[in-house]
Every structure is written in structure tokens, then in C-alpha cells.
């Protein structure tokens, strides 16, 4: 039975005690399409959101049911590829925190709870200090130190991220200038990642240049890293994004490089400065020979390219020492530092002076 629970919220009833078969059901998107459609009509291009919850005994009150069904749906609401979830009490508990995360994040902001550090980089043939990636903690006051890993993904989806991105970004900028009002010499470039979303900024160059200028700060003193996983979603727009970037000076490197499906093909016509090759990507290939001869041919093409080469998430003199026979520029990751609060950077930065 499919009935109209709400504007976009729609209910279907199986008797069926088979719960593969519910899911095999639910996942025939043409089906439910064509339920759904018979409902609103043939002129809605529909993305669906799927929660399940299974009736294991008899409950009283159906609405309570289908507030379980509600909240695991809005677990999967915008992921691509099999958008359905079974409701488990854990989702509970996942729920509320997302409802905290995004109730304190407009505060979060105006009481700077949102904190950044660095994370250095070292160039692999002489280990000398050359450049630091921005990071982002959040120390939120009810819930302790927050890693990114918690809070990104809601603020690509709610929108947020691009207001943070920005703060971030500028935040950035003050800190170089007060480097530079203490004279201190050869400040390494650093880095700055910009999501998704705020790519889709308007005027988004225009506002980044604006912001340096009103730091003082040269362009070509930092570098904008954007994820792979951009470019396939809209690749024509990313590049000219990214030539607009390198036209008023920025560098550009190509964050989490091999996560994606698109980065052979893309690499070719990319406009970017640097290829950063994926901490996740290298763990899972760098123990097999396999695997070294394909980070040894991204490498190799990009040098051909005459694109610089980072790798993330070195965590062994080994890996460091491999990749420095294949020639790698640069290498960011726990073996040479774990990120750190900016005034402990600057005393890394007066040492390597």
C-alpha cells in the first residue's frame, strides 16, 4: 500500500515478513518512481530518500513507527548510489548529535570556537620544511574537541560550510600577516581547502583576492586545495574555477588525489599546480608491488605534466624513503609532524630559518 504522508514524504506498507525481499522492493527505483509519480504526476524529476523500519512485535501507536522510518531516511537523505537505511536504535543517538552540531554551529562561529591548525609539509629530497595545510577543529562546549570528519559532511549538506570556509580562509590571512609584521623571513606557502559548495560561491575569486589584499598578503603566497571528488560532478566549471584562481596568482593543488574514479582521464586538461595523492589510497596500495608501480606511474605522469606531487598520511620512514625514490616533491603526515596549534608552526617556521 503507498500512501501521501506529507508535501515529499510518502509511506508504503508491505506485509511481508522477508526483510531482504522489503529491501529488494524498495531498492527497484523505477517502481517506486512509478507509485510516486501516480501520485503527483508525470512532470517531477524525483530523488528518492528510503527508511525502513521492521515490525519485529506489534506496536500500538503507528506514528511512532514511522518516526523511526523518518529518522533513517534522514541518515541517507543526499547520498548517492542506494539511498535506503533500516531505522537501529543507534540512529537515535546520531540524530541528536547532528542536531547539535547544527544548533551550535552559527554560535560556534561568532564565539570562535571554530580553531585551526597546521599540519607541515617537507620537501622528500632534503627534508626541509617547505609549506603547512590549514586544518579545522572544532572545540565545542558541550562536546568536547570535534574532528572534521564529524562536522564537514553536515555543513556540505545544511550549506553551512560555505560561511566557514571563508572564516577559515581569512583567519588564515591574519595569521600570515602577523607573520609578517614580526619579519619573519621565508614563510613557507600555505594552504587552505575550499569545499564543494563554496566553489559554487558567486563572485567566490573576486572575495578571495579582496580578503588577501586586505591582509596585505601576495596571492602566491597560498594555495587553494579542492577535493578530487569536485570534478566529477562538474568538471568543465572546476576547471575554469581553477584558472580564474591561478589568474590572480593563487596555487592550486587537487586534494585526496585517487579517491575518485575520474583521475587518470582528468588529469590531462586539470589546470592545477599540485596532485596531493590520497592518505587513504596510498595505505591501501603502498603494501603490495602493485600498488607502488600505479603511485609510481601518478607520479611519473605527473611530472610529465610538470605537476608538483604531495603525498598524505606518511606514518613510516619507509614509505618516506619509497617515495622519495619515485621522485615525489613533498611529503605531509605523522612521521614528520602531526597538526599543530599555528604559534607552535611559527616557532617550527623561526627554527628552519
Same mark, same amino acid.
Given at each position: ?53 521492521? *515490525?519485529?512485535?506489534?506496536?500500538? &501507536? =503507528? +506514528? ?9 531516511? /534522514?541518515?541517507? @537523505? ?108 621565508? *614563510?613557507?606557502?600555505?594552504?587552505? &581547502? =575550499? +569545499? ?9 575569486? /573576486?572575495?578571495? @583576492? ?117 621522485n615525489c616533491d613533498v611529503a605531509q603526515g605523522y612521521y ?18
Amino acid at each position: 500500500m503507498t500512501t501521501r504522508r506529507s508535501a515529499d514524504n510518502f509511506v508504503f506498507i508491505s506485509k511481508t515478513c522477508n526483510k531482504d525481499k522489503i529491501f529488494e522492493s524498495m531498492s527497484d527505483d523505477q517502481h517506486l518512481r512509478r507509485d510516486v509519480q501516480e501520485i503527483l504526476g508525470p512532470d517531477y524529476n524525483l530523488t528518492l530518500s528510503i527508511g525502513v523500519y521492521v *515490525i519485529h512485535q506489534p506496536m500500538k &501507536n =503507528i +506514528s511512532v513507527m514511522l518516526d523511526y522510518a523518518n529518522i533513517a531516511k /534522514k541518515t541517507v @537523505k543526499g547520498r548517492v548510489g542506494n539511498p535506503i537505511a533500516e531505522y537501529t536504535p543507534e540512529m537515535d543517538q546520531h540524530m541528536e548529535l547532528k542536531k547539535k552540531i547544527t544548533v551550535g554551529m552559527e554560535a560556534g562561529l561568532l564565539h570562535g570556537e571554530f580553531i585551526t591548525c597546521m599540519q607541515p609539509k617537507y620537501s622528500l629530497a632534503d627534508e626541509k620544511l617547505i609549506g603547512a595545510e590549514v586544518l579545522v577543529r572544532w572545540k565545542h562546549p558541550e562536546l568536547g574537541m570535534l574532528s572534521p570528519l564529524l562536522f564537514i559532511p553536515l555543513f556540505e549538506e545544511n550549506g553551512f560550510i560555505e560561511k566557514l570556509d571563508m572564516y577559515i580562509f581569512e583567519t588564515t590571512c591574519k595569521m600570515i600577516q602577523k607573520w609578517n609584521k614580526a619579519t619573519i623571513d621565508k *614563510i613557507p606557502r600555505i594552504s587552505v &581547502n =575550499i +569545499s564543494r559548495v563554496t566553489l559554487g560561491r558567486r563572485n567566490l575569486v /573576486k572575495e578571495l @583576492k579582496e580578503i588577501t589584499e586586505k591582509y596585505e598578503i601576495q596571492t602566491n603566497d597560498m594555495e587553494i586545495e579542492i577535493t578530487e571528488g569536485t570534478l566529477e560532478r562538474n568538471a568543465d566549471r572546476i576547471i575554469k574555477i581553477i584558472n580564474d584562481l591561478k589568474s590572480v596568482g593563487f596555487y592550486v593543488s587537487i586534494d585526496d588525489f585517487g579517491s575518485g574514479y575520474s583521475s587518470l582521464s582528468i588529469l590531462k586538461d586539470m589546470p592545477a599546480d599540485i596532485i596531493k595523492i590520497d592518505k587513504e589510497f596510498l595505505s591501501e596500495t603502498f603494501d603490495s608491488q602493485k600498488g607502488k608501480k600505479i603511485i609510481n606511474s601518478i607520479i611519473k605522469m605527473s611530472k610529465e605534466l610538470k605537476l608538483e606531487t604531495v603525498a598524505e598520511g606518511i606514518e613510516t620512514r619507509e614509505q618516506a624513503e619509497a617515495l622519495k625514490a619515485m621522485n615525489c616533491d613533498v611529503a605531509q603526515g605523522y612521521y614528520f609532524a602531526r597538526p599543530m596549534h599555528p604559534e607552535e608552526f611559527e616557532s617550527m617556521i623561526l627554527r628552519s630559518n
